[in-house]
C-alpha cells in the first residue's frame, strides 16, 4: 500500500470513527428518528449535487431507479437506515468510543453470516480469531463504566445489531445487481430517507437542537454519510468515452483503429462504446479494462481479482471472454482469484499461496475442489 493510499485509509477511518462522537452529541436532543433522517437527508442532498457536478463534466453514473429500486432499498435498508438507527439509539447511553468497539464486530458478524449464507468454511485459525476478537469487544466493553448506566445492555446490543446489519449488507452486495459504485452510494442514501421518514412522525425529537447539534448532524450527513462513500474507480478514465478508454492502450500501437474482435469479446462494451466511463457498472468497467489491455498485444495478461464486486452474470461473461482471448491470441494470463468456480473455468493449473508462501499446485483435470476451498476458508 502506498502512502496516499494509506493517507486515504487513515481519513475514511477517522470520517467513520467521528459519526459516533456526533451521534452522540445529537441523539440525546434530537431523538434517533429525526437525527438519522437528518443524517441520510442530507446525505443525499449532498450526493445529489456530486452527481449535478459529475452529470455536468461527462461523468455521472444514473441511478436508474426503475429497474434498480429494489436492489436500493435493500441496501439502503441494511447498510444505512437500521445500522444507523440503531447506533443513535445506543448513543444515548454509550460513549462514542464504546461505540467504536461494538462497530468493530462487524468482521466477526461478517464470518459468521458468509458461513451460513455463502458456506464458506471457518477454519481453525479464524475461529480462533473470531474468539480472540470477541473476547477483547467484551473485555473492553464490559469495563468500561458507561456499562454501569441504566439501560447500557439495551444499547450494547443495538449497536451488535446494527454491525450484524452492516456484514448482511455487505454478504448481499457480492451477489446485486451490478450497479456503478456512485449510483449506489446514491440510490442507497435516497432509499434510506425514505425508509426512515415515517418514523420521524411517530418518534419526534424530545429537545430542541442548538447550533452545535446542527453543526454536528450536518457534519454526520455530509462529511461521515456523503464524502465517505464517495467510493473509488476501477482505474478507467471516467470523463473518456469507452471507445476513448480503449484508444489510450493505442498510443504506441502502429494501427489506431480498435481491432473488430475486441467488440465481438465484449459487445456490451460496443452498445456503450459512447458512453462515458464513469457510468459504467463495476462488471462493465471490469471489461473495459480487460479491453483496453487487450489492445497492447500483450504476451501475458496479468488480472487481480477480476471478479471483485462483480455479479454472477457477469462473471461468467468474462470467463468465456477469457478463453476466447487465450484460443484467439495465444498468450498467457495470469489471474489472482479468490472465487474457486472462476479460477476453475479459466485456468490450466492453479497454485494456492497462503502467508506468502506456495501450498498447493494442481492441473485443472486433477484439482481436489474441497482441499482448495479449505485453504480460501474465512
Given at each position: 500500500?502506498?502512502?496516499?493510499?494509506?493517507?486515504?485509509?487513515?481519513?475514511?477511518?477517522?470520517?467513520?470513527?467521528?459519526?459516533?462522537?456526533?451521534?452522540?452529541?445529537?441523539?440525546?436532543?434530537?431523538?434517533?428518528?429525526?437525527?438519522?433522517?437528518?443524517?441520510?437527508g442530507f446525505a443525499a442532498l449532498f450526493l445529489a449535487l456530486v452527481a449535478w457536478v459529475f452529470h455536468l463534466r461527462g461523468k455521472?453514473?444514473?441511478?436508474?431507479?426503475?429497474?434498480?429500486?429494489?436492489?436500493?432499498?435493500?441496501?439502503?435498508?441494511?447498510?444505512?437506515?437500521?445500522?444507523?438507527?440503531?447506533?443513535?439509539?445506543?448513543?444515548?447511553?454509550?460513549?462514542?468510543?464504546?461505540?467504536?468497539?461494538?462497530?468493530?464486530?462487524?468482521?466477526?458478524?461478517?464470518?459468521?453470516?458468509?458461513?451460513?449464507?455463502?458456506?464458506?468454511?471457518?477454519?481453525?485459525?479464524?475461529?480462533?480469531?473470531?474468539?480472540?476478537?470477541?473476547?477483547?469487544?467484551?473485555?473492553?466493553?464490559?469495563?468500561?463504566?458507561?456499562?454501569?448506566?441504566?439501560?447500557?445492555?439495551?444499547?450494547?446490543?443495538?449497536?451488535?445489531?446494527?454491525?450484524?446489519?452492516?456484514?448482511?449488507?455487505?454478504?448481499?452486495?457480492?451477489?446485486?445487481?451490478?450497479?456503478?459504485?456512485?449510483?449506489?452510494?446514491?440510490?442507497?442514501?435516497?432509499?434510506?430517507?425514505?425508509?426512515?421518514?415515517?418514523?420521524?412522525?411517530?418518534?419526534?425529537?424530545?429537545?430542541?437542537?442548538?447550533?452545535?447539534?446542527?453543526?454536528?448532524?450536518?457534519?454526520?450527513?455530509?462529511?461521515?454519510?456523503?464524502?465517505?462513500?464517495?467510493?473509488?474507480?476501477?482505474?478507467?478514465?471516467?470523463?473518456?468515452?469507452?471507445?476513448?478508454?480503449?484508444?489510450?492502450?493505442?498510443?504506441?500501437?502502429?494501427?489506431?483503429?480498435?481491432?473488430?474482435?475486441?467488440?465481438?469479446?465484449?459487445?456490451?462494451?460496443?452498445?456503450?462504446?459512447?458512453?462515458?466511463?464513469?457510468?459504467?457498472?463495476?462488471?462493465?468497467?471490469?471489461?473495459?479494462?480487460?479491453?483496453?489491455?487487450?489492445?497492447?498485444?500483450?504476451?501475458?495478461?496479468?488480472?487481480?481479482?477480476?471478479?471483485?464486486?462483480?455479479?454472477?452474470?457477469?462473471?461468467?461473461?468474462?470467463?468465456?471472454?477469457?478463453?476466447?482471448?487465450?484460443?484467439?491470441?495465444?498468450?498467457?494470463?495470469?489471474?489472482?482469484?479468490?472465487?474457486?468456480?472462476?479460477?476453475?473455468?479459466?485456468?490450466?493449473?492453479?497454485?494456492?499461496?497462503?502467508?506468502?508462501?506456495?501450498?498447493?499446485?494442481?492441473?485443472?483435470?486433477?484439482?481436489?475442489?474441497?482441499?482448495?476451498?479449505?485453504?480460501?476458508?474465512?
Amino acid at each position: 500500500m502506498n502512502t496516499a493510499n494509506m493517507l486515504r485509509l487513515v481519513a475514511l477511518a477517522a470520517i467513520w470513527g467521528g459519526s459516533f462522537l456526533f451521534m452522540r452529541i445529537a441523539a440525546p436532543v434530537l431523538g434517533p428518528a429525526v437525527l438519522i433522517e437528518y443524517r441520510v437527508g442530507f446525505a443525499a442532498l449532498f450526493l445529489a449535487l456530486v452527481a449535478w457536478v459529475f452529470h455536468l463534466r461527462g461523468k455521472g453514473a444514473p441511478l436508474d431507479v426503475r429497474r434498480h429500486w429494489k436492489h436500493y432499498l435493500i441496501l439502503g435498508l441494511f447498510n444505512s437506515a437500521l445500522p444507523f438507527l440503531l447506533f443513535a439509539f445506543a448513543a444515548r447511553t454509550l460513549s462514542a468510543s464504546v461505540l467504536s468497539v461494538l462497530n468493530a464486530t462487524a468482521p466477526m458478524w461478517g464470518a459468521l453470516v458468509g458461513a451460513v449464507w455463502a458456506r464458506q468454511k471457518v477454519s481453525g485459525r479464524s475461529a480462533l480469531g473470531l474468539l480472540l476478537g470477541t473476547c477483547g469487544v467484551t473485555l473492553l466493553v464490559g469495563f468500561d463504566h458507561v456499562a454501569e448506566r441504566p439501560g447500557a445492555g439495551i444499547a450494547v446490543g443495538a449497536a451488535l445489531v446494527a454491525a450484524f446489519s452492516y456484514s448482511i449488507a455487505s454478504q448481499y452486495a457480492k451477489s446485486a445487481p451490478a450497479v456503478a459504485p456512485f449510483a449506489n452510494a446514491h440510490g442507497s442514501m435516497w432509499a434510506a430517507a425514505i425508509l426512515v421518514l415515517p418514523l420521524v412522525f411517530f418518534f419526534p425529537a424530545p429537545g430542541e437542537p442548538t447550533l452545535g447539534v446542527m453543526a454536528a448532524v450536518l457534519a454526520l450527513g455530509v462529511v461521515c454519510s456523503g464524502i465517505a462513500y464517495v467510493p473509488q474507480g476501477r482505474m478507467i478514465f471516467p470523463t473518456l468515452t469507452v471507445e476513448e478508454n480503449i484508444q489510450t492502450g493505442l498510443e504506441n500501437a502502429k494501427e489506431k483503429r480498435i481491432p473488430e474482435e475486441i467488440y465481438a469479446l465484449f459487445p456490451v462494451l460496443w452498445d456503450m462504446r459512447r458512453r462515458k466511463g464513469g457510468n459504467l457498472s463495476g462488471g462493465q468497467q471490469q471489461q473495459l479494462a480487460i479491453a483496453r489491455a487487450l489492445v497492447t498485444n500483450p504476451k501475458v495478461l496479468l488480472l487481480d481479482e477480476p471478479t471483485e464486486g462483480i455479479q454472477p452474470s457477469i462473471i461468467k461473461d468474462i470467463a468465456k471472454a477469457l478463453n476466447e482471448i487465450r484460443k484467439m491470441r495465444q498468450l498467457t494470463i495470469v489471474v489472482s482469484e479468490q472465487v474457486l468456480s472462476f479460477a476453475m473455468d479459466v485456468a490450466d493449473r492453479l497454485f494456492v499461496i497462503e502467508g506468502g508462501r506456495l501450498v498447493h499446485e494442481t492441473t485443472r483435470a486433477d484439482t481436489d475442489q474441497q482441499r482448495i476451498k479449505s485453504y480460501l476458508s474465512v
